[in-house]
Every structure is written in structure tokens, then in C-alpha cells.
């Protein structure tokens, strides 16, 4: 007998540019390439790492024109894909605009999964924003 595949009452996408490394220069012409762009820069030690929200109505030509500008190395930058979800057998399709990102600057794809299960004893498990996760 097949087992009924449920629907998730919660599905999250969110895809992002990601690079890694980039000097305070280089963000500043990131910026300057799209100047209307959501763009988060994270420091840490080894140089800072920038995610720019990808949406359908990003300025592609932009981004690709900074990349052929920058010359970074394939490895600095790549697509995250992350997806938040109440199944733990909900997928991912990835819209034509990330696909044609991924294509045109042949970098990689990053994915990240969270499951917002149910306890299974049935308690609700409810934190607030100071409040540490359970190990």
C-alpha cells in the first residue's frame, strides 16, 4: 500500500547570492553594481561574507558584469537555497531566474533544509527570540 505524501502547512524559499572573502573594496563596487540590491555583509576574520537576496527582478546583467569584473575564483561565491518547512518531504524548485544565474555564472548551489516538525508527545515547543534552543 502507497503511504500518502502530506502537503507542508508552512513552505519557505529564499535564494541568495553568496560570496566569500571580499575585501571592503570589492563590496563597494558590489554595492555600486546594485545600489537597490538587499545585500548583508557578515565579517569575520578571513574577509567578509556577503549575501545578496536573489528575487525576479534583480538586475542580472549587474551582477554578472561585477563578477567578470572581480575575477574571483569559482569558489568564492555560489547560490543558497534555503527552505524552512513543516514536512520533512516537501522538495525545492528553483525559478527560472536562479536557474539562469547558476547557468551564466557556472557557480554552485548551496541548499539548506530546516523541518519545523511537530514533538511528537504533541507539545508545542515555542522559544523566544533570547532564549536558547534545547539540546
Known amino acids: 500500500m502507497a503511504e500518502a505524501i502530506l502537503k507542508a502547512d508552512f513552505h519557505r524559499e529564499r535564494f541568495k547570492f553568496r560570496f566569500i572573502s571580499l575585501d571592503d573594496a ?3 563596487r558590489l554595492r555600486a553594481f546594485l545600489p537597490e540590491a538587499d545585500l548583508r555583509v557578515h565579517t569575520r576574520d578571513s574577509g567578509a561574507v556577503v549575501t545578496l537576496l536573489l528575487t525576479e527582478t534583480l ?3 549587474a551582477l554578472y558584469a561585477f563578477l567578470d569584473g572581480e575575477n574571483l575564483n569559482s569558489g568564492q561565491y555560489s547560490v543558497w537555497t534555503s527552505v524552512v518547512s513543516s514536512s ?5 524548485a528553483l525559478p527560472d531566474y536562479v536557474l539562469d544565474i547558476i547557468r551564466n ?4 548551489a548551496d541548499f539548506s ?13 515555542v522559544l523566544s527570540p533570547t532564549e536558547p534552543a534545547p539540546n
Do not use: K, Y
Open 113 to 125: 533544509f530546516v523541518g519545523c516538525l511537530d514533538d511528537p508527545s504533541g507539545a508545542e515547543l
Open 26 to 28: 570589492a563590496i563597494a
Open 88 to 92: 520533512d518531504q516537501d522538495g525545492v
Open 105 to 108: 555564472t557556472r557557480c554552485g
Open 59 to 61: 538586475d542580472r546583467n
